[in-house]
């Protein structure tokens, strides 16, 4: 074999592998609605909250799956009820077992000192008998609204017993390490967060 011919055989050889590894290159995931944090995912800071089946939910029991986590209270007149009706259309939107499988959304409440546990498991499980609540003392939420910029306040009037909380109403996604690795920012859309989890899950 001659020489340019050499040169020609390996240039093709050369060519079609780095072509094949093109083709087989996974596509990158086109996500919609959520606010990717990709390689700047942080782990989330030491907390320690109870959720309602009074089982400890903190950073090595949430290990294992991807969390959407809600943080608001069960006296909300609007917000809450609507993000949570909202997810209930998300979940039906999602038709792959397996993501379902992976999947825990669960509602922390930010107004534990009217949210008992009864209260809230009996709130969340009305929307869907598979979401998850949790609660703790205000210092210990504050561990986690601090660490992913969730923003809430109580705005108290002359009657200390009747109060409003005000709350972000975006949705926090935690990684199966743990890692605080998106954010869902209001207005919802239950399509677009539907097809993202069900993308980020199954890469």
């Not at 340019?4 to 995931?29: D, E, R, Y």
């Not at 400890?56 to 809450?80: A, R, S, V």
């Not at 259309?89 to 999947?103: F, R």
Request: proline letters at 5%; aromatic letters at 8%; one cysteine or more.
């Amino acid at each position: 074999m001659n020489k340019p011919l050499i040169i020609i055989t390996s240039l093709a050889i050369v060519l079609g592998f780095a072509s094949a590894l093109f083709l087989l290159k996974p596509k990158p995931v086109q996500l919609q609605a959520v606010t990717w944090l990709g390689e700047q995912a942080k782990p989330l800071p030491v907390f320690e909250l109870i959720d309602h089946n009074n089982k400890p939910f903190n950073n090595e029991t949430i290990k294992g799956k991807w969390h959407l986590m809600f943080f608001g209270y069960t006296n909300c007149p609007d917000i809450c009820p609507d993000t949570l009706t909202m997810l209930v259309n998300m979940v039906d939107q999602i038709k792959d077992e397996k993501v379902l499988e992976q999947l825990q959304i669960t509602f922390i409440s930010v107004d534990p000192e009217r949210d008992s546990m009864e209260k809230m498991k009996a709130y969340v499980t009305y929307f869907n008998k598979d979401f998850m609540s949790a609660r703790a003392e205000i210092d210990s939420v504050n561990t986690l609204t601090d660490a992913t910029g969730i923003l809430h306040y109580i705005v108290k009037s002359k009657d200390e017993d009747v109060y409003e909380v005000a709350h972000s109403g975006s949705l926090i996604l935690v990684d199966p390490q743990s890692r605080f690795t998106g954010v869902f920012s209001s207005p919802h859309d239950s399509s677009k967060i539907a097809h993202d989890l069900t993308a980020l899950i199954n890469s």
